[in-house]
């Protein structure tokens, strides 16, 4: 996979601007009637009914909506209009959700790069009535739109707007045309129609993001504070829970093992701040799902690297992959129904409920009456000395394994510097955070390799034990094993690389920097 | 971003008919679309009913100073227009004084490319600089030939022109205004299908309903869909679409 460019990003390469300015307003009955527009403007006969089921898709996490953007979906078709304006900016054939990246028209090209690997889901719906009515110029040509919206979603009404839409070019009568609903009286409303339908769905726009972003106080308990962050963390959980049911979006699963290892990393971090039992308990059945989960986290990474697998290989060769692709595929299919099944059990809701038990509770650990500072800076000294003793013990001679505990030290520590990121001071942390990732993407990079190298192996065994694929397909796999372990010696040196950069002094002195202002 | 040069050396063969009504059926087929106005009569500007003005004029255009805010919508979604402006009969003159004159247009369309799918070049009849301008622009060159001698003589003017400077714009001809009562045309359609491979088989009819569109100041397809002449456009843009293919 290609890296994905950011929102802001594609905005900027594809062209687009964002954030006109609105010209919504809240309907009133006889807008029409009060209307003056000035003379060299009037309204035209000609207008135009809409009615039906009007969609609103976007990732879980508002990809789209994050850009400036909302995708449209109308019995007919499917627009990506900008938020604000309303303009479209491209138009399509009507989707169905969900919808991946590679099963988008080429139209939409646009959005498959925003969205990257998650899914486009429904993010609201409702039965809308449209009236347009278009506002023309002296020579009858259109200058703007005036839309009359009305609809309900799930049987309740949503309050009804009046929008002027913009044409291009046309700035300067859109706003005159604006100016005179607002001088018939009309209210304006804030935001868009999206906001409405999406608040009916009972969601609003970006409320989901799957790093929560706790505000803490420096000074508060610590257990208040990391309890907390439990809370949000929990959240997410729960969240995505559905999803990973209904498999909607691999992503969700992701998420879903992501807020769970932060948990667990918090909890065995800043053990003695909650009553020691009942968190380690929660951690110990964090760790449970987290084993359970891993198998299909694995395979659907293995699915989307098949394209990948496929492009290495020589022509020749490249066929004689697809027994692989059956065989995951498979795989999958039984490993999600052994997560389904873990996640329908009394052990899982049991889970759940601890984990909102210790988040909501208010008993104390030794540690947490302590300050938030104090405690969160100790940990934060504390696995930073861990990773950089483990690091430097790393030379070319250790094994595979130790890189992957330095990788899971790294991780640590991440974890704790994105938990209390709101305590510590922001230009230190951008630092650390900023080195600590390429060290990080480099050990990920490395236990990639490593792991999809011996996993092939494995593989390959398997499927032949099992009938899948024959003595060529496990030819290809091979080939794919040298390209692996080839590159596995690059990552390596690259790993040593970014290692020493990050055990610099510069870093170490912002890491106990962080620790003393945290305190303070 | 594909450009479309609609372009005769001859005038009066339906170039701007020809033009707008493309630019049209691509926008209806939601495919983003603008269509620049090169013409200083400013006849495609008039059927959208947009003021031939451009701010600054060509001069400003060429210096490359924000196309983006110089496009007009029309009254159709995903059809845009840069208009024709009194600057554009002085376009040969602002064009020869640029560093590279025969990129002028070119580099004017360069920022347009991630947001246009197709763009359609509605250009004065003429074999000039400017003419050398859009032949470097576009991709493909869809000339519109009244099967009558005159007309048929521009296009082996514009084959020769074409072939001497090593071009390599496609040219796609097509018979317009083809009046089905004269025995001229009909015998010219024949023979000259016989001679060349690269004529387009959709046929403009002479149609009465196509001069409609001066009065109307609208694309065939949004007031006269089901009539044959309407009818033959979309034939011609599929084709047309077809012919340039995948990029």
């Known amino acids: ?520 | 971003m594909r450009v479309v040069g609609v372009f005769s050396i001859k005038g009066g063969v339906g170039k701007t008919t020809t033009a707008v009504n493309l630019a049209y059926l691509a926008s209806r087929s939601h495919k983003r679309s603008l269509i620049w106005d090169l013409d200083p009569q400013a006849a495609s500007t008039y059927y959208f009913r947009v003021k031939p003005k451009v701010r600054g004029g060509i001069a400003k255009l060429l210096a490359r100073r924000e196309v983006d805010g110089r496009i007009k919508g029309t009254d159709y979604e995903l059809l845009d227009i840069l208009p024709a402006d009194q600057s554009y009969r002085n376009l040969d003159l602002l064009l020869d004084e640029l560093e590279q004159p025969k990129k002028g247009l070119a580099h004017v369309l360069q920022p347009l490319a991630s947001e246009y799918e197709y763009v359609f070049l509605d250009c004065p009849p003429s074999l000039s600089l400017l003419s050398e301008n859009i032949f470097r622009a576009a991709e493909i060159l869809v000339v519109p030939v009244i099967p009558a001698p005159l007309s048929l003589r521009t296009l082996e003017q514009l084959d020769q022109f074409l072939a001497k400077s090593r071009l390599k714009v496609q040219v796609m001809p097509f018979f317009s205004m083809v009046d089905r009562r004269k025995k001229l045309h009909l015998e010219t359609v024949d023979q000259l299908r016989k001679e060349r491979g690269d004529l387009l088989k959709a046929e403009i009819p002479y149609a009465s309903v196509v001069e409609q569109m001066s009065v109307r100041r609208q694309p065939l397809a949004s007031f006269a869909r089901w009539t044959d002449a309407s009818e033959s456009y979309e034939r011609l843009w599929r084709e047309v679409r077809r012919r340039l293919g995948k990029k």
């Open chain 1, 1 to 520: 996979m290609g890296a994905t460019p950011s929102p802001r990003e594609l905005a900027i390469f594809s062209g687009l601007t964002i954030g006109e300015n609105p010209r919504a307003f809240r309907i009133s009955a006889t807008w029409a009637q009060a209307l003056e527009l000035p003379p060299h403007l009037r309204l035209r006969q000609r207008s135009e009914a809409a009615r039906g089921v009007r969609t609103y898709l976007d990732t879980f996490g508002w990809r789209l909506h994050a850009a400036g953007l909302a995708l449209v979906v109308d019995p007919q078709r499917t627009r990506l209009v900008r938020l604000g304006s309303g303009e479209t900016v491209v138009a399509a054939a009507a989707l169905a959700a969900p919808a991946r990246a590679d099963t988008l028209p080429p139209e939409l090209v646009e959005v498959a790069c925003l969205i990257g690997v998650r899914a486009l889901l429904e993010v609201g719906a409702f039965d809308r009535q449209a009236e347009i009515v278009e506002v023309a110029n002296d020579d009858d040509k259109l200058v703007a739109r005036i839309e009359e919206e009305r609809g309900d979603a799930g049987g309740e009404p949503l309050p009804g707007r009046v929008v002027v839409r913009p044409v291009r070019g046309y700035a300067a009568e859109a706003d005159a045309v604006a100016a005179a609903l607002a001088d018939a009286g009309l209210e304006p409303a804030a935001g868009d129609l999206l906001d409405d339908v999406v608040a009916a769905a009972g969601r609003h726009p970006e409320d989901y993001q799957n790093k929560p972003r706790v505000d803490l106080d420096p000074d508060e308990p610590a257990a208040g504070g990391l309890r907390r962050i439990l809370a949000a963390l929990l959240d997410v959980a729960r969240r995505v829970e559905d999803g990973v049911a209904r498999d909607l979006d691999p992503e969700f699963l992701h998420d879903l093992r992501v807020a769970m290892r932060r948990a667990r990393s918090l909890l065995t971090r800043m053990r003695g701040v909650l009553p020691t039992e009942p968190a380690a308990a929660l951690a110990a059945e964090l760790r449970w799902l987290g084993t359970d989960s891993g198998a299909l986290r694995d395979l659907d990474v293995y699915l989307e690297r098949l394209g990948g697998y496929r492009a290495e290989l020589p022509q020749a060769m490249q066929a004689d992959i697809e027994p692989l692709h059956a065989y995951l595929d498979a795989r999958r299919a039984a490993a999600l129904a052994t997560l389904r099944e873990a996640m329908d059990s009394p052990r899982y809701a049991q889970m759940m409920e601890a984990w909102r038990l210790l988040a909501k509770g208010d008993d104390l650990g030794q540690r947490g009456g302590q300050g938030l500072s104090v405690v969160a800076g100790a940990e934060i000294r504390r696995a930073h000395k861990r990773l950089v003793r483990e690091g430097r013990e790393i030379g070319p001679g250790s094994p595979p394994q130790a890189l992957h505990e330095l990788r899971k030290t790294a991780k640590k520590l991440r974890y704790l510097l994105e938990s209390f990121q709101s305590i510590l001071p922001a230009g230190a942390l951008d630092r650390v955070v900023s080195e600590l990732k390429r060290l990080q993407e480099s050990l990920g990079l490395f236990q990639d390799l490593h792991v999809q190298a011996e996993k092939l192996a494995i593989l390959a065994r398997a499927m032949l034990s099992e009938g899948y694929g024959g003595s060529d397909t496990l030819l290809a796999m091979g080939v794919l094993v040298g390209h692996l372990e080839e590159r596995q010696r690059d990552a390596r040196a690259e790993v040593g690389k970014r290692f020493r950069r990050f055990d610099r002094k510069a870093v170490r002195k912002r890491v106990r920097a962080m620790a003393v202002e945290s305190k303070s």
